[in-house]
Nanobody, 115 residues
Framework: QVQLVESGGGLVQPGGSLRLSCVAS????????MGWYRQAPGKQRELVAD???????NYADSVKGRFTISRDNAKNTVYLQMNSLQPEDTAIYYC?????????WGQGTQVTVSS
């Protein structure tokens, strides 16, 4: 069983920045694709960004140029740097580990963008 623990969410004003972190409890992290997803009230969960074990990345069109996903395999940690945040970025952000036979989700961290 793999545990994922997210942190870094909070309340920020429009135009502000936050950095989310997700720590995995298993070294399987180092060979896994990792993703950040978000779910806003009344909407389906959607992919924000993902990163493969060797570092290639993929972003949703809505966050390209504003968000950056990165990983530190030595720390079993994936990050999401979020800049130029807008109210439409308000959501619960979830970390996901895409395993060979099973996927794992974190508990989520709330991001609220409001003045």
């Amino acid at each position: 069983q793999v545990q994922l623990v997210e942190s870094g969410g909070g309340l920020v004003q429009p135009g502000g920045s936050l950095r989310l972190s997700c720590v995995a409890s298993s070294s399987i992290f180092r060979i896994a694709r990792m993703g950040w997803y978000r779910q806003a009230p009344g909407k389906q969960r959607e992919l924000v960004a993902d990163i493969h074990s060797r570092g290639s990345t993929n972003y949703a069109d809505s966050v390209k140029g504003r968000f950056t996903i990165s990983r530190d395999n030595a720390k079993n940690t994936v990050y999401l740097q979020m800049n130029s945040l807008q109210p439409e970025d308000t959501a619960i952000y979830y970390c996901k580990l895409i395993g060979v036979t099973k996927d794992y989700w974190g508990q989520g961290t709330q991001v609220t963008v409001s003045s």
